[in-house]
């Protein structure tokens, strides 16, 4: 005869079967889908694209969605075809690209290095990325070009450093957590010399970037970022099931056929392109990295790194908290990270507040 506990687990097993479905095609490839999982990544891209439009429609000439609607499919009068395609699309198009970059390096450090708190903000990515757009802008007065050129640089030269300091037979998770806090708390340092050395124009331009900011973003901005995407967006996901057996450790991975170090390798150069590519687009937008994996994985409630929901999860989350700064101060007046700033404070917060209340901390 059963007990409740054990009908209770019988249960639970049979929620989590039915949750799961195997899909084969015609070739005989055969693949999982976490029914869960998909529904969050469906919902998080139709949030993500219904802000997007509202955003769109946000300015000193308001446009209601329906005309933004018509107009994005070329159905629109000459005056909604200028402000939406060449003034306001190209913002959106890189907010979202942004926060789908940050979201996934986010989730990329986060199951590589098996801590919670291995994002790009804490790792210094953020932190190099912004000292060599600070070169460019204090030292040699560069152009917009220019200075996203030495942020991409300053972010791959960080990255390296870090992969090789944190490299003893192979890299683990808490040791590249240590490195890159140390690497950040130096490159910090950096940056505050170099505001030191800028004169006053130089020195409020470079706290605006440092910021984190979507103003001004046109369609020079768009491309790059979006061919970027297009590369290693799918190399990512292609690697995810190699990356989730990895979070069972190294021996056992290895045992399971995984090359452990090669895909390690592979996708922390994915995860610092992407993450130094958006910070050279907008700045160093602050939380979004290390808040987007930790958001969807407690809506997914899925193991693994949760790529897809992560990606999916930024994008939303970025654009969102562009709307709001635009309907609390209007365009330009507050910088997207401040907004992110907060509302990821908010959420650590909060994160606190419950484990404290678990017992867990």
Known sequence: ???????????????????????????????????????????????????????????????????????????????????????????????????????????????????????PDVLGLGQGATAGALIMIVLFSGSAAQVTFGALVGGLVTGFGIYVL???????????????????????????????????????????????????????????LLVLCAVLVPVALANGRGLRMMEMGDDVSYALGVRVERVRMLLLVVAVLLVAAATAAAGPVGFVALTAP????????????????????????????DWISQRTFGAGQLPVGVVTGVLGGVYLLWLLVTERKAGRI
């Open 1 to 119: 005869m059963k007990t409740p506990a054990k009908t209770a687990r019988t249960a639970r097993t049979a929620r989590t079967v039915r949750a799961v479905r195997a899909v084969r095609t015609a070739g005989g490839l055969s693949v999982r889908l976490d029914v869960r999982s998909l529904t969050v990544v469906v919902l998080l891209l139709a949030a993500a694209l219904a802000a997007s439009v509202v955003l769109i429609g946000t300015g000193d000439f308001p446009i209601p969605a329906a005309d933004v609607l018509r107009t994005l499919f070329g159905d629109g009068n000459a005056g909604q075809e200028f402000i939406v395609r060449e003034l306001r699309l190209p913002r959106v198009l890189v907010g979202l690209l942004v926060g789908a970059s940050l979201g996934l390096g986010g989730a990329l450090f986060q199951a590589i290095s098996r801590n919670p708190l291995g994002s």
């Open 166 to 224: 944190a490299w003893k037979r192979g890299v683990h998770g808490y040791r590249l957590v240590l490195v890159g806090i140390g690497v950040a708390a130096m490159v910090t340092a950096v940056n505050g010399y170099l505001m030191t050395r800028a004169d006053i124009v130089d020195a409020s331009r470079a706290v605006v970037w440092m910021t984190g900011s979507l103003d001004g973003r046109d369609w020079e901005q768009v491309w790059p």
């Open 294 to 321: 930790q958001l969807a994985r407690r809506l997914t409630r899925a193991p693994g790194p949760n790529l897809l929901p992560s990606l999916c999860m930024g994008a939303a989350l970025l654009v969102t908290a």
